[in-house]
Nanobody
């Protein structure tokens, strides 16, 4: 059974930083591309950042570039999202997601490709 468990969310002032973590089990971790998505109240779930399964290629939403960094530890079956320079508009529930990919460089931005999701962690940024 696939499990993805996020942690690290919380309340932070604008300009602050948070590091989200996602622990996985039940999958052959190194064969999966991983991503972070977020969903704010009344909005659709949106792609934040993704990382390919083994070569560590990364891709970011425009709003995340230069502020957020996604990384993975295949040995620990963990994926991380370092978020710096947080803004009130970053307030959302953040989810990690995993999808098996054939190619080692694939990163998928559409949530519809991902079949495995965590329960989410709340990030609240105060102004």
């Amino acid at each position: 059974q696939v499990q993805l468990v996020e942690s690290g969310g919380g309340l932070v002032q604008a300009g602050g930083s948070l590091r989200l973590s996602c622990a996985s089990s039940g999958i052959s971790f190194s064969n999966y591309a991983l991503a972070w998505f977020r969903q704010a109240p009344g909005k659709e779930r949106e792609f934040v950042a993704g990382i390919s399964r083994s070569r560590g290629n990364t891709q970011y939403a425009e709003f995340a570039k230069a502020r957020f960094t996604i990384s993975r530890d295949n040995g620990r079956h963990m994926v991380y999202l370092q978020m710096n320079g947080l803004k009130p508009e970053d307030t959302a529930v953040y989810y990690c997601a995993a999808v098996w990919t054939q190619l080692s460089t694939t990163i998928l931005e559409s949530a519809s490709y991902y079949g495995d999701w965590g329960q989410g962690t709340q990030v609240t940024v105060s102004s």
